[in-house]
């Protein structure tokens, strides 16, 4: 069953756990659901509009083309779930835990993801636009076709991370970790002939 359209906002919804549960258009805007664990829930365009997800469990959800604005996300933990979509502005992320998980075209532009790890995920095409992936493990993270002007990655570990010459260009690289093939990858992308 799936609920379409229902208003959320202002609940207090600390604590519960949700399974299988579909929503779909509904508002949760500032609603209380710190501590909240889902299993097999489906989000679609729904807005999280300043929520508290702070400490919440999400395992095997799905939140497909949601707002999450100003939202609270502290010390949340996403495990094999889709963010496909999906839009973060000015989120509260840190520490924020994620794993095999999928944020193919989401927009995280400007979003404040240090020293986070995003080892192994989906971000293809996304926007991540002025983030600040410093200090990330992002190793083996596909960031094909994603947005990556004023994105930095000083000290980040990007070896076997999938980037590709427009991200070289754009991104601010220098201080990253990488392995040989993305440093020649890099090199082709700012006009090197490499010779052997």
Not at 15 to 40: K, M, P
Not at 57 to 67: D, G, K, L, N
Not at 80 to 98: D, H, Q
Not at 123 to 143: C, F, I, K, P, Q
Request: proline residues 1%; glycine residues 8%.
């Amino acid at each position: 069953m799936t609920e379409r359209g229902e208003d959320y906002r202002d609940a207090v919804l600390t604590g519960q756990q949700w399974t299988q549960r579909h929503f779909e258009e509904c508002t949760f805007v500032e609603a209380d659901l710190r501590g909240l664990v889902t299993n097999g829930c489906t989000f679609e365009n729904c807005d999280l509009t300043r929520a508290d997800l702070g400490e919440s469990r999400h395992q095997s959800s799905a939140f497909r083309s949601c707002t999450f604005n100003r939202t609270t996300l502290t010390d949340s933990a996403f495990t094999a779930c889709s963010l496909l979509g999906s839009m973060f502005v000015e989120c509260r992320f840190r520490p924020w835990t994620i794993s095999d998980s999928d944020l193919t075209m989401a927009s995280l532009t400007d979003a404040g993801l240090r020293k986070t790890t995003l080892a192994g995920l989906r971000l293809r095409e996304s926007n991540l636009m002025g983030a600040d992936l410093r200090d990330t493990d992002l190793r083996g993270s596909d960031l094909s076709g994603a947005r990556l002007t004023n994105t930095q990655f000083a000290g980040a570990d990007l070896r076997g991370a999938r980037i590709d010459a427009n991200g070289f260009v754009h991104a601010k690289l220098a201080g990253a970790r990488v392995d040989l093939d993305m440093a020649v990858a890099f090199a082709a992308a700012h006009g090197l002939h490499i010779e052997p």
